[in-house]
């Protein structure tokens, strides 16, 4: 292996961070990364194999437990969160279940916030008390919900902000407050802000999750996930966790991932200055009977915003003036922006969520969380802002 390229001894911005970071160069001396496509890995001696197995030798031993390329993101991700260490995953919900799973035992209890996305509450409401441990759901937007349903054996406190789809924004510190004087450790799925715009862990969190399949790939190409904490939480909970129960990232899906990471910066700032435009666009329109936009002074949690977050995001949530068949006529009207039910792609995506990624909740659970059959979620994407508002402005008339 060459020399590492380039001496990130001195303190770069993360945006540097992200173009550089972490490259392990063959000896060809590649400029873009090299892809370790590879299940295992060559010892020169029967001595070699022993040295690696046992420590001695730092070096990879099999893709499962861990890959040059899968090393590349891994770096990227701790260098951009200020993380002391991470590790990747499958996708944003291997990283989760693993997040949790990692630190619970039968009898422990988790608090977490009812706006989840819809896989998370499945892990908190239906998977963790099959094995023996119990949750509570509260309003994370109130803090004596959460402050009453601490118990002595609560070990986690769960949360997503902004909130899917809803974008309701939660007090990161506050939490991690309550949570550290309850002896528990607060994790936060962070997919909607992005680590460009929330860093959690600087809030107080102690683990942070992803689902990179969102804005970090940014071009809706693979699945992936990454979990993010101290190197204690890592090595005494998540590292052995990972390295035995297998949801593994594949090195095609890192590579991807990290060379996403390459364009984070500037695809999140590009999105989130459409976003505004666009919010701003429906707030103001007739046919619009509720605009819900992090970056607008209007946003319920305006102040909060302000303190946890360096701009509103990418995601703008709406009502339309005429319930589900004016939603369904809107999306079915537009041509620019995608019917889909991803989000953080090159492409605008808009998303019903009663229908789609909320179906699976009882219709009073979708009302408590203020998802009516008017709303949509819009993902906005990279293309020429005049174009998504005139697609959208067309397809109102539709309505
Ligand atoms: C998409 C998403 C996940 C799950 O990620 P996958 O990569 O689809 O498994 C988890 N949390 C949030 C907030 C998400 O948007």
Redesign the pocket.
């Known amino acids: 292996m060459s020399r590492p390229p380039l001496p990130l001894d001195r303190a770069v911005k993360p945006a540097t961070r992200l173009i550089h970071e972490g490259e392990a160069r063959s000896g060809y001396g590649e400029m873009s990364e090299a892809l370790y496509l590879t299940s295992g890995f060559a010892y020169d001696t029967m001595e070699a194999a022993e040295a690696r197995f046992d420590g001695r030798d730092p070096g990879f031993i099999y893709s499962r437990f861990s890959n040059p390329t899968v090393a590349t993101f891994e770096k990227r991700m701790i260098a951009l969160e200020g993380a002391e260490a991470g590790r990747a995953t499958a ?6 279940t693993a997040a949790m799973l990692c630190q619970l035992n039968a009898g422990d209890h988790v608090v977490a916030a009812k706006a ?2 819809g ?2 509450r499945y892990v908190v409401e239906d998977l963790c008390p099959r094995f023996g441990i119990s949750a509570t759901l509260v309003d994370g937007a109130d803090l004596a919900q959460w402050r009453a349903a601490i118990r002595p054996q609560t070990k986690v406190l769960f949360l ?1 902000s902004p909130t ?1 789809p809803t974008l309701q924004v939660y007090d990161i510190a506050a939490i991690a407050t309550i949570a550290h004087e309850a002896g528990a450790r607060l994790v936060v ?1 962070n ?2 802000a992005t680590p460009i715009l929330q860093q959690p862990l600087k809030l107080g969190a102690d683990v942070v ?6 804005h970090i790939d940014g071009q809706g190409r693979v ?3 990454v979990v993010l904490g101290s190197e204690k939480f890592v090595m005494d909970h998540l590292h052995n966790f990972l390295r035995q129960t297998g949801p593994a990232m594949s090195p095609f899906n890192a590579w991807t991932l990290a060379k996403g990471l390459e364009t984070l910066a500037l695809r999140v700032e590009r999105a989130q200055a459409s976003a505004g435009a666009v919010a701003d666009f429906l707030a103001d329109h007739p046919k619009v009977s509720k605009l819900t936009y992090c970056g607008r002074a209007d946003h319920p949690q305006a102040d909060l915003v302000k303190a946890q977050m360096a701009g509103g995001g990418t995601l703008v949530a709406f009502e339309i003036d005429a319930g589900k068949a004016g939603a369904f006529r809107f999306g079915n009207a537009l041509q620019v922006v995608k019917i889909s039910n ?3 792609d090159a492409k605008s995506i808009l998303t019903h969520p009663a229908t789609t990624t909320h179906q699976r909740l009882a219709p009073p659970a979708r009302a408590e969380l203020g998802i009516s059959d008017a709303m949509l979620r819009l993902s906005v994407g990279l293309e020429d802002v005049s174009d998504l508002l005139e697609d959208i402005d067309v397809a109102l008339k539709a309505v």
């Not at 996708?91 to 989760?96: K, L």
């Not at 999750?209 to 969102?214: E, F, G």
């Open positions: 996708s944003g919900m291997a990283a989760v989840l996305f896989s998370c997503e899917n799925d997919v909607f999750v992803y689902s990179a399949t969102k699945l992936g996930g991803n989000l953080g």
